[in-house]
DNA sequence: GTTGAAATTAGTACGAA
DNA sequence: TTCGTACTAATTTCAAC
């Protein structure tokens, strides 16, 4: 089980729970729909918004939380403007069975943003933020190297972060399916607005684009399957 | 320039802005720390925890939203319970001159969470979060593979998400860097809380643990640095 | 940048549909 | 379950210091 799992709220109280818990309605994910996008509404707003009362907006909410449905709220921050501006990925390659030391000592780096562990070439990606491109050798050759478990590294640094989105729910892509193929009728739409969320009330045909032959061969498309024993070494993690 | 620079904030008025804006001080650290960690805190409990008048937390909380070094408030949600269980990250290779139209149809992929422009082997890399790995095929196959920007792709699945941690601020880093430093004086302490927000009004040493002799022969990282023409290219998007 | 008071709003509890 | 209302507590705003 990941840190992400076990303890899906920062500072809440509601750890080790287990099972499926409450079923989401499409009230509840028209509620998370505006969480994700406003995660400071009132409920008394979230509940106009979505076209309830306020009890109900207030029980649901809660249930929400309660569940872990909604794992924490948070800000996002301009990590240029914090100080951070160089962010980079850095894929590791993990010796087997020292998935537990690679987890710990992770948690002990914060300019550790993100890490996941990934089929392919490599066992796990991280994201770290820095003040500055030194800071990521520093950070791959000392700190990184220092940790037994990690066999290899490979970094790469992102020079631009186009998208990030908070509109991923499934609701979206019954609406993004309808649009695929209105697009594919009408031609494309070049000054489509990506974030606009004011579609939530609009209908969701569920449409779907067929495939209309693809302008990349596909023997240059590959998916990467997990490199061998990874499966067995989510568990000791 | 990014959509993420461009609109900062979603559903936010304060578009177009240029400039560095307001100096962060080491108050607005403090601050976006405890957002991060709490976006729904209210800002006079926020007041309290920074040590702070409640106007005066009023008006840096509305400076930092304004200037745009707070993009926006958003609810961290559980996606596997919401409906998305799968998630890939999709390596692409974008074919020159063609990242305008790249962007314009990730644009209209509400499947993507996150896209960045990277150095190393491929151009960008995307994070999907779909229902099950079928829609990733489909989702490669037929509507990546439509976009004539799209060279090439790698796809990898995500088995587990270890960390996300809200908490990358400089100022953690200090605080990092004397705990590095004591365990180094003190030995390993495997039962660390990584995520514990506590220590914000810890004593935060600067000191840096220096090199200490690496288990990973230096041979084996690898900086991947950009293809040719990446620069140039990171213009026309 | 701080404190204190007024106005507004948020959160809770209840009965009814 | 959900809604509507009334009640209590808290937050936000605005003033003076």
Known sequence: MSEISRNGVAGGGQAGRIGIGLELDETHMKILEVLRENGRISVAALAERVGISRANAYTRFEALRADG??????????????????????FVTVRQQMWKQFRAELARMPEVEYCAITTGQHDAMIQVRVSDVAAVH????????????????????????VLRRPYVLPSDRAQARGQAAARAASGPQPGAQPGAPGGAQAARPQRRPEAQGGDVPLGKMRFVGAAEGRAALRKDG
């Not at 520093?138 to 972060?161: G, H, Q, S, Y």
């Open 69 to 90: 449905a909604i794992k924490r709220f948070t800000a996002e921050i301009d990590h240029v403007r914090a100080g951070l501006g160089i962010t980079a990925l850095i």
């Open 138 to 161: 520093t950070m791959v050759t000392d700190r990184l190297a220092n940790i037994p478990a990690v066999k290899a590294t490979e970094t790469v640094f992102i020079l631009d972060e």
